[in-house]
């Protein structure tokens, strides 16, 4: 797997995550003064999550290389 491949997985996992992350927001939206700093908390969390989404794809890729 290139670096490359891992971007793309990346990329790939954290649009997948912002977007779900989006579409659910909006059912239990409100008003609040404080949403926003949700929303931020929130987003920080989808891209790590991504992250390790990334790494454990890149992990399981290189296991597979060492066992041929």
């Known amino acids: 797997m290139s670096k490359s491949d891992v971007i793309g997985v990346f990329i790939l996992t954290m ?9 659910l927001g909006d059912f239990f939206s409100s008003d609040l003064p404080y949403e926003t700093a949700i929303y ?11 992250v390790i989404i990334t790494l454990l794809v890149y992990l399981v890729e290189i296991m597979k290389g060492k066992n041929k």
């Open 15 to 23: 649009v997948i995550n912002v977007v779900l992350f989006f579409i």
């Open 40 to 50: 931020s908390i929130g987003t920080i969390i989808v891209i790590l999550l991504s």
